[in-house]
């Protein structure tokens, strides 16, 4: 069984450009989750999908922050514009239904802000 | 407010001895909790859980115990060995909310010396 995939899995850039994370779930997951992990802590939810719907974003920083799971499938996460605070790993996971609280995640996507 | 607490940041023990890791949590509506383990750039993998239900959850080297009212938990490894050695991550869930969100904690990094 293919895992999470998560791509890319590093970028830097300067503050104030914009950038995009792209995740695809274990297929038949319907539960797609991102996260933000700063160094030295844990990850924090941003967002919570179930299917293409919304379920949790009370964490995402909605004026720089999107997400988007259209088909309900894969996702992309994006900042615009970025702050040097955004600096992080994007850590994606689904799991089989809300219900089901064990998590699989992806590799991440380790964000450097200059 | 963190509602989840790992207070120890690391923690390191011999080969084959005993490796106790310690979680407290704040929030009383949590009543399912998790333990995942991290290695350096790959995202967190489920451990093991542990149902509000029981105090005791065994799976191999791995037991975790619940003790609800003192609201702590802990993971036992039985005995260590070095390929144990990797951050590890307590999260606790509220089954009767969003049962899919998690909270993490910020981790301990188990280091097993051979």
């Known amino acids: 069984e293919a895992g999470v995939a998560q791509s890319p899995r590093y970028k830097i850039i300067e503050k104030r450009q914009s950038v995009a994370f792209w995740c695809n779930p274990i297929?038949?997951?319907?539960?797609l989750y991102w996260y933000q992990q700063i160094l030295g802590q844990g990850p924090k939810l941003l967002i919570q999908f179930q299917n293409n719907g919304v379920v949790d974003d009370s964490q995402l920083p909605k004026d720089r922050f999107s997400a988007e799971r259209l088909k309900g499938v894969d996702s992309t996460l994006k900042i615009q514009p970025a702050k040097l605070e955004d600096s992080a790993v994007y850590l994606c996971?689904?799991?089989?239904?809300?219900?089901?609280?064990?998590?699989?995640f992806g590799p991440g996507t380790r964000l450097t802000v200059l | 407010d963190q509602q989840v607490k790992q207070n120890s940041p690391s923690l390191s023990v011999q080969e084959g001895r005993i490796s106790i890791l310690n979680c407290d949590y704040t929030n009383s509506m949590f009543d399912y909790f998790l333990w995942y383990k991290k290695y350096p750039a790959e995202g967190p993998t489920f451990l093991i859980s542990i149902s509000s239900i029981k105090d005791k959850n065994e799976d191999g080297r791995f037991t975790v115990f619940l003790n609800k009212s003192a609201k702590h938990l802990s993971l036992h490894i039985v005995p260590s060995q070095p390929g144990d050695s990797a951050v590890y991550f307590c999260a606790a869930s509220g089954v009767t909310t969003n049962a899919g969100k998690s909270t993490f904690g910020d981790g301990t990094t188990l280091t097993v010396k051979p």
């Open positions: 996971a689904s799991s089989l239904d809300h219900h089901v609280m064990q998590q699989f």
């Open positions: 297929s038949g997951h319907a539960t």
